[in-house]
């Protein structure tokens, strides 16, 4: 495991929506790693939240009791809001990751990713690859064991900081070209 | 206002620089003020008994698998 030294007290992991679709999964080994991951992070004294962004991502395709109990689930999450600045963030990181070639992110990415740097916070995920280096840093990370009856693979989760300095670095070379 | 883009507690979009830290973004009308990890583990579980989300596991987020 990786630690960075940071103060922990307060920061906010912005959970993104695999993690919570994982820790209601069918499959008990799958959910019983994610929430595992997810009391590890609490009982360090980390305060979780989700951008609302992630209510779209989840609920979406549901109806009747599945629908309301997904709901009741992800009312218990302290849930960010999509402001004007969260979205003017995500343009940004849009246009850098675009310069990168990185062009497969999805817009909710984007949103929950500058819900958290704005946050000064960190990004906990099992999908890695939409929140690409160097714009974000891993922070920690574990392998978790997934049980199953034959054979036990690892579910590989993450926390990640947002490489703010770096950000700010290539915006204001941006802004300076285009000056 | 003179920025510096070093200073990893500001963020600069479109032309002004702001404070950034832990309460920039305003919670939503109606979210609970704090996420209460035991709720969130009896409510997965809940959904984890009802079947609610009967993913395969993404094979990007496993690793190692020993069959």
């Known amino acids: 495991m990786e630690h960075d030294n940071s103060p922990q007290q307060s920061r906010y992991p912005i959970v993104d929506t695999n993690i919570l679709i994982y820790t209601g999964s069918k499959q008990e080994a799958l959910a019983t790693a994610a929430i595992t991951f997810?009391?590890?992070?609490?009982?360090?004294?980390?305060?979780?939240?989700?951008?609302?962004?992630?209510?779209?991502?989840?609920?979406?395709?549901?109806?009747?009791?599945?629908?309301?109990?997904?709901?009741?689930?992800?009312?218990?999450?302290e849930r960010k809001a999509v402001t004007r600045e969260v979205l003017e963030t995500a343009s940004i990181l849009d246009g850098l990751y675009y310069d990168e070639g990185l062009t497969n992110i999805s817009d909710g990415d984007k949103i929950i990713a500058a819900t958290a740097i704005l946050e000064d916070g960190l990004i906990l995920t099992a999908n890695h690859k939409d929140f690409?280096?160097?714009?974000?840093?891993?922070?920690?990370?574990?392998?978790?064991?997934?049980?199953?009856?034959?054979?036990?693979?690892?579910?590989y989760l993450a926390l990640y900081k947002p490489n703010t300095q770096l950000i700010n670095l290539k915006v204001s070379d941006k802004e300076k070209s285009f000056a | 206002m003179e920025t510096n883009p070093q200073n990893k507690h500001q963020l600069h979009l479109y032309g002004r620089t702001i404070d950034i830290g832990?309460?920039?973004?305003?919670?939503?009308?109606?979210?609970?003020?704090?996420?209460?990890?035991?709720?969130?583990?009896?409510?997965?579980r809940e959904l984890s008994k009802l079947g609610v989300f009967d993913i395969d596991q993404p094979e990007q987020n496993i690793i190692n698998g020993a069959r």
């Open chain 2, 22 to 44: 832990p309460g920039t973004v305003p919670i939503s009308l109606g979210s609970v003020s704090a996420t209460s990890i035991q709720d969130v583990i009896e409510k997965a």
């Open chain 1, 132 to 155: 690409p280096n160097p714009f974000f840093i891993t922070h920690e990370w574990r392998v978790l064991p997934i049980k199953n009856p034959r054979y036990t693979q690892h579910l």
């Open chain 1, 38 to 77: 997810l009391d590890e992070q609490a009982s360090h004294g980390y305060r979780l939240a989700i951008s609302e962004f992630t209510t779209y991502e989840y609920l979406k395709r549901l109806w009747g009791k599945k629908a309301e109990k997904a709901e009741e689930a992800i009312s218990t999450y």
